[in-house]
């Protein structure tokens, strides 16, 4: 009896020792997915203004479909955190629309780019969302308000395709960004 148990424990210990490189292969395989970082395309960060960029509110009017070309300019906001946190995702309103440091009382709102200070509706109306996708078509996984290159309040066009407008969302994937120089809200982007 003692011999059967001694030789189930060497079974049951050889066992685990060949799932054990099995577990640390797959876990270090992983690990190294993870820790690949995901870029910003180098091309996406434009130098020119993009040709005929309409404000959101006009581009939304022209009724695009989707697949459509589009250039649409407007400030990153129109919520509290306007960065998806762990992707490229963010969302733009209409430059029409003021934000709480435009309507010159800027210290009452902690967050000026939330555009709360505007009514809701005339604020949804008003806004885009923009992803930046890689290679798969899904959007990037980088949190761009940790990035740097894009901030709250900034004035941006963005160019690229509709992904859609339904549910009063209207989605634009990014091919181009271009950020206004001597934007007059620069002093208030932190």
Request: proline share 7%; glycine share 8%.
């Amino acid at each position: 009896m003692k011999h059967l148990s001694s030789v189930c424990v060497l079974s049951a210990c050889s066992l685990l020792a060949l799932a054990i490189p099995a577990c640390d292969d797959t876990k270090s395989a992983a690990d190294s997915q993870r820790g690949a970082t995901a870029a910003l395309p180098a091309a996406l960060m434009a130098t020119t203004e993009p040709v005929g960029a309409l404000k959101i509110l006009d581009a939304r009017k022209a009724a695009p479909k989707e697949g459509d070309r589009v250039a649409v300019i407007g400030r990153i906001g129109g919520k509290r955190a306007p960065f998806v946190s762990n992707k490229a995702v963010f969302t733009i309103v209409d430059p029409t629309l003021q934000s709480c440091v435009e309507m010159g009382d800027a210290d009452h709102c902690p967050r000026p780019w939330d555009y709360c200070c505007e009514e809701k509706t005339a604020l949804a109306n008003a806004m885009a969302s923009v992803e930046v996708v890689g290679a798969d078509g899904k959007p990037l996984p980088i949190a761009l308000a940790t990035e740097g290159t894009l901030k709250p309040l900034m004035l941006v066009a963005v160019e690229g395709t509709v992904q859609g407008q339904e549910g009063g969302v209207f989605l634009i994937r990014a091919e181009r960004i271009y950020r206004y120089p001597n934007d007059p809200l620069a002093d208030h982007i932190k």
